[in-house]
């Protein structure tokens, strides 16, 4: 496996595995061409496992980012279905450490919606501890069909000292 940030040529390729109606993957690239994030893709040979995006401007829910003030977050961790728990989200977090530490970052961050267990067991394992700070984010998604769905999640923020 390997992580690296997204490249231009990367993007187009990102479109065809991973198609989302609203764009995700370029609005995820636009925020690292501004120097806000960097949008690191998984791959193993030519195939797209996941992504996940490092906010090197801090956390991103109001109450995280009052409680951690200097702590980068990484959000939007995903991996698509059928390469689930074969190492890619641990790939992943360590590449995302790793630039954390490179930038002389001394803790880390994940988000965790609150019921994903199989998630916040992961990162748990890795090392992420709970804070029992919440956040409600608000975020719309389109379905296979284009369908909106408007939703409200909450997620506790895990943090990492490095």
């Known amino acids: 496996m390997e992580v690296r ?8 390729r990102v479109r065809r595995y991973w198609p989302t109606v609203d764009d995700v993957a370029g609005s995820h690239y636009a925020e690292q ?15 797209l496992l996941g992504w996940a995006l490092v906010q090197w401007r801090g956390c991103v829910g109001e109450n995280a980012r009052a409680a951690f003030p ?3 977050e990484v959000n939007h961790l995903q991996v698509r279905p059928e390469f689930r728990g074969r190492g890619a989200g641990t790939a992943i977090l ?44 608000s975020y ?17 923020l895990l943090l990492k000292r490095l």
């Open 5 to 12: 940030p997204c490249s231009e040529q990367d993007l187009e």
């Open 33 to 47: 061409r501004d120097g806000a994030a960097t949008f690191l893709l998984c791959w193993k040979g030519s195939e």
């Open 70 to 72: 200097s702590c980068v």
């Open 94 to 137: 360590a590449a995302a450490e790793q630039r954390v530490r490179e930038r002389g970052g001394g803790q880390i961050a994940v988000s965790v919606a609150v019921g994903n267990t199989g998630a916040a067991r992961l990162y748990q394992r890795l090392g992420y501890v709970p804070t029992s700070v919440l956040d409600a984010c």
């Open 140 to 156: 719309s998604w389109f379905d296979d069909q284009g369908s909106r769905h408007d939703e409200v999640e909450t997620s506790e």
